[in-house]
């Protein structure tokens, strides 16, 4: 069937370190994948986005790598700031032309001073 | 309002209770998307409109779950007879067009006791 995994489920870094999370997926047909940040008590907010013609794709202190090979996604944030401790979901959209969207459980984010 | 807004925040329901959970999506969009998210996992679909049609309701967990929204704006979630298993955050979302960027709700807390 078609599911979302991330391979860790907590990741503690650094102030000023940089983070990477990582994300496999399974559905090969995807075209169109999706970060997005989770605060608690909030709903998940957009952080970047990418489609399946491309294999990176950079916004301000994030990228997300697209490996269509291995089926495997992952979000670097670059200095990470306390600012950035949150669940870290990506999505896979496998509804063209809608946002019809299978997450992955979820890695939470943790910032040291 | 500036963003979607879900009311309401918190509900808390006798099991076999009927609730209803409310969607105010951003002005304008015209795409709107039901979730339910339990307790450390990621979000999973429910149901799409577009515009006062569900275009896609096979997320749906069974026939005790529906949803409306008549006038292509506001949307209501509706659960007949709750069972302890419904209890989740029900997320809202709404997007401009099909296929772009979908903004979440906060979301409504749900707890059958």
């Known amino acids: 069937g078609e599911s979302v995994g991330l391979h860790l489920p907590t990741l503690s870094v650094q102030e000023g370190d940089n983070s990477i999370i990582n994300c496999a997926y399974s559905?090969?047909?995807?075209?169109?994948f999706i970060w997005y940040k989770q605060e608690s008590g909030k709903g998940p907010q957009f952080i970047i986005d990418?489609?399946?013609?491309?294999d990176k794709r950079q916004g301000q202190r994030v990228t997300v790598l697209l490996n269509k090979t291995v089926k495997h996604l992952s979000l670097q944030i670059a200095a990470t700031q306390p600012g950035d401790s949150a669940v870290y979901f990506c999505a896979e959209n496998i509804m063209s032309g809608a946002q019809k969207l299978v997450f992955g459980q979820g890695t939470r984010l943790t910032i040291n001073p | 309002g500036a963003g979607v807004s879900q009311t309401p925040s918190n509900k808390v329901t006798e099991k076999g209770k009927y609730v209803e959970l409310r969607c105010d999506p951003i002005s304008g969009h015209t795409a709107l998307y039901w979730y339910r998210q339990s307790l450390g996992q990621g979000p999973e679909f429910l149901i799409y409109?577009?515009?006062?049609?569900?275009?896609?309701d096979s997320g749906l967990p069974n026939d005790r779950f529906f949803a409306v929204r008549p006038e292509g704006s506001v949307s209501t979630l509706k659960i007949q007879r709750t069972e302890r298993g419904d209890s989740a955050v029900y997320l809202c979302?709404?997007?401009?067009?099909?296929?772009?960027?979908?903004?979440f709700g906060q979301g409504t807390r749900l707890t059958v006791v």
């Open positions: 409109f577009q515009g006062t049609g569900a275009a896609d």
């Open positions: 559905n090969s047909a995807s075209d169109y």
């Open positions: 990418i489609r399946s013609n491309m």
């Open positions: 979302a709404s997007s401009s067009r099909q296929g772009d960027e979908a903004f």
